[in-house]
């Protein structure tokens, strides 16, 4: 039985991607994750990507692998300025769909603890595309 399993299948994984995206769009922590979606693909094509990635990530059919060749986060973002502000705001994000949701129990504990390390992963020092255009 795999996580994707645990926690409910991929239907309750879309539900959640889903909510998560609702709360990055409408809530003032989502205001930065919003301008880094706006400067890439944007949030409708996160909302697919996410679940695309976390279908495999916690043990289902890895989508985003078949899609993209790996399933590589850091390589995934490397491109994107993460600061720790924004590490926090995800997960403030996905802890709140995950409680809206109704997910709880160990295997949702443990679900937490492996976002906050790869969130935690992710902050880097790329400079922000704002300053690019601040430069002459």
Not at 19 to 24: K, R
Not at 86 to 102: H, I, P, Q, R, V
Request: glycine share 8%.
């Amino acid at each position: 039985m795999s996580a994707l399993d645990d926690f409910g299948g991929e239907a309750r994984l879309r539900e959640l991607v889903e909510a998560f995206y609702d709360l990055i769009e409408t809530l003032p922590e989502g205001s930065n994750l919003r301008r880094l979606h706006a400067r890439g693909h944007g949030v409708a094509h996160a909302r697919v990507e996410q679940f695309n990635f976390l279908s495999g990530f916690m043990g289902g059919r890895a989508y985003y692998k078949e899609k993209h060749g790996h399933m590589d986060v850091k390589l995934m973002h490397a491109h994107v300025p993460i600061r720790k502000a924004d590490a926090e705001n995800w997960l403030f994000c996905m802890n709140k769909a995950l409680d809206d949701e109704g997910h709880k129990g160990p295997h949702i504990d443990k679900l937490r603890m492996v976002f906050t390390r790869v969130a935690t992963i992710l902050i880097n020092n790329v400079p922000d595309w704002e300053d690019d255009l601040r430069r002459p």
